[in-house]
């Protein structure tokens, strides 16, 4: 007897790009792997127009639209089991945040890669985390998300040391490689690592212009909101968080292949340490909120020592949880975290997690 085909999950996936090199982005790869992973996208919504399953397209009358976007989905493609979210950061996030809404208040589930809605309106997305996949927002595979949730490490007196920024990482170890910056920036950019937006253009010191300024106080705001406070807040937006300005000199003494150069991100709830970083030196930063002190910078970390030969290499993010009162061993994480692979890698685990189905 013939096995019955399985049966497909009806989705709906929003933010595919419509420019650059579809192989990279994380919308397309998404939309190729999506029958593998027991997805049938009913449809594919992207800033200009939407793809439906026969291959048609209708273009949105209004570029960007959201209103409208949602609209023909709706008419379209009814009721999906699952959305998935993939929209570039843009501005505040209120475009990605009317997507999410849409679709959380009538209860059909989100896995989203999108930071900045969390980041910027914490209060209104809160109340749905049991109904949306967020760890694809900060970390990739390594979920450091979800592991410090499940660890409730805001009930406890912790450090946690973070690599959270994949690009940043990538570009610096390509350094020490002897790649040079300007080709590892060039790759990065090539390969989907850094994406074509929000200012992280060609050449290096605005690639890590767009990645600290921006991609970072983002992602410090989705983690603070989803781990540092409760569901009732106080949130945090990345707006609180100042990186201090650094120049294309300062760049290239913190890429000297010499050093072993990492960006980290530190949180703390215990007023009696002392923060990593200060603040003053170029492209770190320094926030007091709450229980907790965020600091953030570049940081030599050689072989041969504790934190340098945990410290993630490449495209790695990564997470180190101290408990300061010692009745917990250390907890070390490191996972691949920029590119449309370890993306949607975890877009897909996120959505297997809500639907309750086996990864």
């Given at each position: 007897m013939m096995?019955?085909?399985?049966?497909?999950?009806?989705?709906?996936?929003?933010?595919?790009?419509?420019?650059?090199?579809?192989?990279?982005?994380?919308?397309?790869?998404?939309?190729?792997?999506?029958?593998?992973?027991?997805?049938?996208?009913?449809?594919?919504?992207?800033?200009?127009?939407?793809?439906?399953?026969?291959?048609?397209?209708?273009?949105?009358?209004?570029?960007?639209?959201?209103?409208?976007l949602l609209s023909i989905l709706d008419?379209?493609?009814?009721?999906?089991?699952?959305?998935?979210?993939?929209?570039?950061?843009?501005?505040?996030?209120?475009?990605?945040?009317?997507?999410?809404?849409?679709?959380?208040?009538?209860?059909i589930p989100v896995s989203s890669?999108?930071?900045?809605?969390?980041?910027?309106?914490?209060?209104?997305?809160?109340?749905?985390?049991?109904?949306?996949?967020?760890?694809?927002?900060?970390?990739?595979?390594?979920?450091?998300l979800s592991e410090s949730r499940e660890r409730r490490i805001r009930h406890e007196k912790v450090k946690v040391l973070m690599v959270i920024n994949g690009t940043?990482?990538?570009d610096l170890t390509e350094v020490q490689d002897c790649h040079g910056l300007a080709n590892a920036c060039a790759t990065a950019r090539t390969l989907g690592y850094?994406?074509?937006?929000?200012?992280?253009?060609?050449?290096?010191?605005?690639q890590f212009g767009g990645e600290i300024?921006?991609?970072?106080?983002?992602?410090?705001?989705?983690?603070?909101?989803?781990?540092?406070?409760?569901?009732?807040?106080?949130?945090?937006?990345?707006?609180?968080?100042k990186v201090k300005k650094f120049t294309a000199r300062d760049l290239r003494r913190y890429t000297d292949g010499k050093f072993r150069n990492r960006y980290f991100v530190e949180f703390c709830n215990d007023a009696s340490e002392r923060p990593r970083f200060d603040g003053k030196?170029?492209?770190?930063?320094?926030?007091?909120?709450g229980d907790w002190v965020i600091s953030g910078g570049f940081e030599n970390v050689p072989r041969g020592t504790s934190l340098g030969d945990w410290a993630p290499n490449g495209v790695e993010n990564g997470m180190l949880i101290e408990y300061l009162a010692g009745h917990n061993?250390?907890?070390?994480?490191?996972?691949?975290?920029?590119?449309?692979?370890?993306?949607?890698?975890?877009?897909?685990?996120d959505a297997a997690a809500l639907l309750k189905l086996p990864y």
């Open positions: 096995k019955s085909a399985k049966k497909l999950i009806p989705a709906i996936l929003i933010g595919h790009r419509d420019d650059g090199d579809k192989k990279f982005n994380i919308g397309g790869a998404l939309a190729r792997r999506s029958v593998s992973k027991g997805y049938n996208l009913i449809g594919i919504g992207t800033s200009r127009y939407v793809i439906l399953p026969d291959k048609s397209i209708i273009t949105l009358k209004r570029p960007g639209d959201v209103r409208e008419a379209e493609c009814g009721k999906p089991e699952m959305v998935f979210e993939a929209m570039p950061p843009m501005e505040r996030g209120q475009k990605a945040l009317k997507c999410k809404l849409h679709y959380l208040e009538h209860g890669a999108e930071k900045r809605a969390v980041a910027f309106n914490a209060p209104k997305l809160v109340p749905y985390l049991p109904i949306l996949g967020f760890n694809a927002m900060v970390g990739g595979n390594s979920r450091v940043v990482n990538f850094a994406e074509p937006d929000d200012g992280k253009g060609d050449g290096p010191h605005k300024y921006g991609d970072v106080p983002s992602k410090v705001a989705v983690y603070y909101n989803l781990v540092c406070v409760g569901e009732s807040g106080p949130f945090i937006t990345p707006d609180v968080i030196a170029p492209g770190s930063f320094l926030l007091k909120t061993d250390p907890v070390r994480l490191a996972a691949a975290g920029a590119g449309s692979g370890p993306t949607t890698d975890t877009l897909f685990q």
